[in-house]
């Protein structure tokens, strides 16, 4: 056999073999495939003096963090309470057409009001695994002489999809998990006012 004729036929065999190892490999580990690593998610971050609300009343003493994947205009309406001020032309909410093709994830805490509310959260990067969402934001917790104490929030848009699970981590910390598939979107759950529906 010549000797460039082995030079290609030697080679090309040792590439076959190695192909029908991987195949055997994976039938042998049942053909899973490791699973793809975090992928990053694109977000907006909100500013809710944009529109004249506040957040409505939680037990904080209980539930110091509340957090929630907001997904239809109801479910902002469940959670933010309009605060018409005269002379004000800040609408109440969001067009109701952002919920085609976004979702709102917001955290919130009571907290001394803050000379600056843009100072309380940042957001570290939100990723995406396995249909599983994870927010990664800092908290920025400050002793004050102030005794008013006001609802300050973090509300940050992402594109719509859907998620097994959705998870809150602050500061490094897990600090809880919202269960989409199962209809959870807040926590505390809320309490929806008569005539209005979460569904």
């Known amino acids: 056999m010549p000797m460039l004729i082995r030079r290609i036929i030697i080679p090309a065999a040792l590439g076959m073999m190695l192909t029908v190892m991987l195949f055997s490999f994976s039938a042998f580990t049942g053909g899973k495939e490791a699973p ?8 907006k971050i909100m500013h809710v003096r944009d529109y004249q609300v506040f957040l409505k009343n939680w037990d904080e003493t209980k539930d110091p963090v509340l957090y929630a994947m907001i997904s239809n205009p109801t479910q902002y309406n469940d959670l933010f309470h309009p605060a018409p001020i005269m002379g004000s032309r800040r609408p109440f909410s969001p067009d109701e057409s952002l919920y085609s093709r976004d979702d709102i994830l917001v955290v919130g805490r009571v907290v001394p009001y803050p000379e600056n509310i843009d100072k309380v959260f940042d957001v570290d990067r939100i990723t995406e695994r396995n249909q599983e969402l994870s927010l990664y934001y800092r908290f920025h917790e400050k002793t004050s002489d102030v005794k008013w104490q006001g609802k300050i929030c973090l509300a940050i848009r992402i594109p719509k999809r859907s998620y097994k699970k959705v998870h809150f981590f602050e500061n490094g910390t ?19 006012e008569p005539g209005n529906s979460s569904d």
């Open 174 to 192: 897990k600090v809880g998990e919202l269960n989409p598939e199962a209809g959870q979107w807040s926590h505390p759950a809320r309490i929806p």
């Open 36 to 43: 793809p690593e975090e992928r990053p998610v694109a977000y």
